[in-house]
């Protein structure tokens, strides 16, 4: 069953959503990739939220870029967690992206990540720490991944 959708707002937003999909992939979570833009396909966005947990998806994971309204919008129509990715834009760097995530009015809460790469990572590794609250098999894969992560990093810098 498919635990996780992923709803981006651009294709070009793949490029840094990707690595939420393989961090799910890696943990072994069902999830799904979206295009679902709140400004070029707001229908797109009503139906896609608001059929999200009917659905059975646990977790919303949505990034987009500038004027980025589509967690926010997305978080609006559901109440499953949304975890929130700035993707990098060009003109502002993502700053832009980061501020229109995280300054959500009180009442309609969105989960915001990093910037970019390691923001998209992290949703995917929140999402895995969300539902692995009530299933322990996952929550041992998620302990195996972060030990592997520990086991990897170098003591001696070269
Ligand atoms: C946003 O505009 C998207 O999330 C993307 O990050 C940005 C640019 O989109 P494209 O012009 O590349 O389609 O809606």
Redesign the pocket.
């Known amino acids: 069953m498919t635990l996780v959708g992923i709803i981006?707002?651009?294709?070009?937003?793949w490029e840094t959503m990707r690595h939420a999909a393989e961090t799910l992939d890696a943990l072994g979570i069902a999830h799904e990739a979206r295009v679902v833009?709140a400004?070029r396909t707001p229908q797109r966005l009503y139906d896609y939220a608001t059929g999200a947990a009917d659905r059975g998806l646990k977790v919303i994971v949505a990034g987009?870029?500038?004027a980025?309204h589509?967690p926010g919008m997305a978080a609006a129509m559901t109440h499953l967690p949304v975890l929130g990715v700035p993707?990098e834009?060009k003109a502002l760097k993502g700053m832009d992206s980061l501020l229109s995530i995280a300054q959500m009015p009180g009442g309609i809460p969105v989960g915001t990540l990093a910037i970019g790469k390691a923001g998209a990572i992290n949703a995917g590794l929140l999402a895995a720490a969300i539902l692995a609250i009530g299933d322990e098999a996952l929550a041992d894969r998620l302990k195996a991944w972060r030990a592997a992560q520990t086991d990897s990093v170098a003591e001696l810098p070269a």
């Open positions: 981006m707002g651009s294709t070009s937003d833009s400004h987009a870029g500038g980025a589509l993707v834009s």
